[in-house]
C-alpha cells in the first residue's frame, strides 16, 4: 500500500507549526474581542486587564473570520495524516479519551465554522444595538470553542504530535 | 502609557465598515440562518451519516458518498464529507430564506445563532460514545 502521506516528519512539523502560530494569533484576537464585547470599558483606566478590554473590538472581525479559515484548512489539512500516523497508534496505547477529545475538536470546530458568517455579519454592524446581545452571545462562543480546540490540540500534541 | 477609550466597546458606535455585503438585509438573512441551521445539519450529517463524499487518506484516494472500509484501503474519513454536506445545505437554506418576504425573515430570533451550537454539544458528545465506552473499560 502506497501512502501519499507518509511525507517526512518535517513536512507535517513544517504544517503543525503553521497551524499552531495562526491559531494563537486567532486566540489571541477572539479573546481581546470577547473580552471587550462582555465586559466594554466605559471609562479610561492604565490597568493592564482594563486595557487588555480597551480594544477596537469591530476591528478583529475580518481578521477573526479569515484566521479561523486559514486554521481550519490547515487542520483539515494536517488531519489527514493524523488519522493514519497519530490515531492508530493512540488506539493501540488505549489512549481513548485522547482519541475521544481529538474526535469532539473535529465537531466543534465545524459548529464553530458555520456561526462565521452572523459573527461577521454581528461585528459589521457594531453601532446597530438590535444585534449586541447575538453578538455578545456568538461572540463568547466562538471564544469558548477556540480556546477549546486549542488546549485539546496542545494536549494532544504532547501525547503525540510533534515529531511523533 | 495612557488609555484612550472611545468606541473599543461592542456597544459604542464603530467605523462604518462600508462594506456593501454587510449593509446588505440579504447578505443578514442568509447570514444568520446559514449559522443557525449549520449545527442543525451538521448533527443531522453525523447522525445519518449524509457524508458527500469520503477519503481515505492511506491510499489518497476519494469516493462518493459514504464507502466502508475495504481491505487495503486503510481508515475512512467521513467528516470532510459531513462538513461539505453542512454547508452545502445550509447554503442552501440560506439562499431560500433570502426570498422570503421580510415580514418573515425579521421573525427569526437572533438568539438562536448562539443558543444553537451550544445545544448541539451534548448530541455530539453522545456521538462518540463508543470512544467514552472504551476509555470506560480502561
Known amino acids: 500500500m502506497t501512502s501519499p502521506i507518509s511525507t517526512s516528519n518535517v513536512f507535517w512539523t513544517v504544517w503543525l507549526f503553521v497551524h499552531l502560530i495562526l491559531a494563537l494569533g486567532l486566540l489571541g484576537a477572539l479573546t481581546h474581542q470577547a473580552m471587550a464585547a462582555a465586559f466594554p470599558v466605559r471609562q479610561p483606566a492604565g490597568g493592564i486587564v482594563t486595557r487588555f478590554r480597551a480594544v477596537s473590538a469591530p476591528g478583529y472581525a475580518t481578521a477573526v473570520c479569515v484566521l479561523y479559515v486559514l486554521v481550519f484548512l490547515i487542520g483539515s489539512f494536517i488531519y489527514t495524516s493524523y488519522r493514519v500516523n497519530i490515531r492508530i497508534p493512540l488506539e493501540q496505547g488505549h489512549y481513548f479519551k485522547t482519541g475521544g477529545f481529538f474526535d469532539f475538536k473535529e465537531h466543534v470546530s465545524t459548529l464553530g465554522l458555520v456561526l462565521l458568517p452572523a459573527y461577521w455579519y454581528f461585528w459589521k454592524n457594531a453601532q446597530n444595538p438590535e444585534y449586541d446581545n447575538a453578538r455578545k452571545g456568538v461572540t463568547l462562543v466562538l471564544a469558548v470553542m477556540v480556546w477549546f480546540l486549542f488546549i485539546v490540540g496542545h494536549v494532544l500534541n504532547n501525547t503525540r504530535g510533534f515529531g511523533a | ?138
Open chain 2, 1 to 138: 502609557m495612557s488609555t484612550t477609550v472611545t468606541a473599543n466597546s461592542a456597544t459604542a458606535p464603530t467605523t462604518a465598515t462600508g462594506s456593501a455585503l454587510a449593509a446588505s438585509s440579504r447578505f443578514k438573512v442568509f447570514a444568520i440562518t446559514f449559522s443557525i441551521a449549520g449545527p442543525v445539519v451538521y448533527c443531522l450529517s453525523v447522525y445519518f451519516n449524509l457524508a458527500v463524499f469520503t477519503y481515505f487518506p492511506a491510499i489518497g484516494r476519494f469516493a462518493w458518498g459514504v464507502e466502508a472500509v475495504q481491505s487495503g484501503t486503510g481508515p475512512n474519513m467521513l467528516w470532510y464529507g459531513w462538513d461539505v454536506t453542512t454547508i452545502l445545505v445550509a447554503g442552501v437554506l440560506g439562499l431560500i430564506a433570502m426570498m422570503l418576504p421580510e415580514r418573515v425573515t425579521n421573525k427569526i430570533p437572533l438568539f438562536l445563532v448562539w443558543l444553537v451550537p451550544i445545544l448541539s454539544i451534548p448530541y455530539v458528545v453522545y456521538a462518540l460514545m463508543f470512544w467514552w465506552r472504551l476509555a470506560m473499560r480502561e
